[in-house]
């Protein structure tokens, strides 16, 4: 017989979810005054020929990864006169991407506009795109503010605009399971040179850096730009894997839901523990893909948020046990929480040798 059709949509949600987080989706805006529009581009090879060179470099640079490469980019191609991203903001409302880059001479007033873009789809369409943008310090887990300049890469020295897609592309490769923390880059050969106390006051104020370590040149740190953290928002919102983590979770289910759950079922109690069952077993597959901790995961009713609710339509609690609260009639509502422990990847050794 196998278990409800709710319980595999979830665990098969949760296994795409692995093989997902192997390569993500970037998004790039350029402008070129050919080609404008649409392009989704699969492999470097399908880079569109009429685009200038360095607009194609641009997207070529996406292209190289990290662990994978991207498994799509998205490009939209503006017009070269344009002063506005909207076309190109208006037309990615409707994909669905990881990171953002936006044309290699970005202005500081079109970062300002791709920040609150990202903001408020993120607060309004509960979507989960973040954007990699040059000297941008938005205070927010879901942009990454790239600083290093100086960027020598075969006989060209790039600026952090010009280099912001490689960057996403870099993000977007990176396997959920490690972090791009000291991921190297093997086509740069130089940048600008910080010191080791200037590099760790740039990470702490959550920017995202290259370094030379006398060999080659690595990522500093993989941190967003995150500076104000809250009881609700915490530190590890500051990391770009865990975060990564947490926007997988929460697309996976409310998508999860939406298709398998939502209108399919009536409002029972029994219903409410196939939910938790299902989202639990979601939250065990990650666990064995070394995504969540083990046995950390937790799924139940909000016994303090289905109560209050009850006390909103006039029902008295005062007598009424946990259980009672559990299992009383709350019309079309849910209320659920749930607590997992997100790994995190080995970034700091401490080794005390003794002799």
């Known amino acids: 017989m ?7 949509s979830f665990q098969n949600t949760a296994i795409t979810a692995i093989q997902r987080s192997e390569k993500g989706i970037v998004a790039l805006i350029i402008k070129d005054s ?20 360095a607009n194609q470099a641009y997207l070529q640079r996406a292209f190289l990864g990290y662990v994978n490469p991207p498994r799509k980019v998205i490009v939209y191609v503006l017009p070269a006169a344009a002063e ?32 609150a873009w990202i903001k408020s789809r993120r607060l309004n369409d509960h979507a989960v795109c973040k954007a990699v943008l040059p000297n941008t310090a938005a205070d927010s887990e879901a942009v990454i503010n790239f600083t290093t300049g100086g960027i020598v ?37 130089d940048v600008t040179r910080l010191t080791e106390a200037e590099m760790d006051e740039a990470i702490d104020g959550g920017e995202f850096i290259l370094f030379h370590d006398g060999a080659k040149i690595k990522v500093g740190r993989g941190v967003n730009s995150l500076q104000t953290t809250t009881q609700d928002k915490g530190a590890a919102y500051r990391k770009i894997k865990l975060v990564e983590a947490m926007d997988m979770m929460q697309a996976d289910i ?23 069952t299902a989202i639990s077993g979601y939250f065990r597959t990650l666990e ?16 303090e948020a289905q109560e209050a609710y009850l006390q909103s339509v006039g029902t008295d609690t005062s007598a009424m ?33 003794v002799i």
Do not use: W
């Open 84 to 115: 506005a991203l909207t076309d190109a903001l208006d037309y990615l409302a409707t994909q669905v991407f990881d990171y953002l880059a936006g044309p290699p001479d970005i202005t500081e007033e079109q970062c300002t506009a791709v920040v």
């Open 254 to 276: 409310r998508m999860t839901a939406q298709d398998s759950y939502i209108g399919k079922y009536a409002n029972s109690y029994d219903n409410k523990c196939l939910l938790i």
């Open 321 to 353: 046990t946990e259980q009672e609260i559990k299992q009383a009639n709350t019309a079309e509502r849910v209320f659920l929480a749930a607590a997992v422990k997100i790994l995190d990847a080995i970034e700091d050794i401490d080794l005390k040798v």
């Open 34 to 53: 050919k080609g404008n529009g649409a392009h989704i581009l699969t492999n470097a090879t399908q880079i569109p020929t009429t685009l200038g060179a």
């Open 153 to 189: 890469a075969g006989a060209t020295t790039f600026t952090a605009g010009q280099y912001c897609s490689r960057i996403a592309g870099l993000i977007a490769g990176t396997p959920i399971t490690i972090s791009c923390t000291y991921a190297t880059l093997p086509e740069v050969s």
């Open 2 to 8: 196998g278990l409800p059709n709710i319980n595999i």
């Open 288 to 303: 064995l893909g070394g995504i969540l901790q083990a046995d950390a995961s937790r799924t139940g009713i909000d016994l």
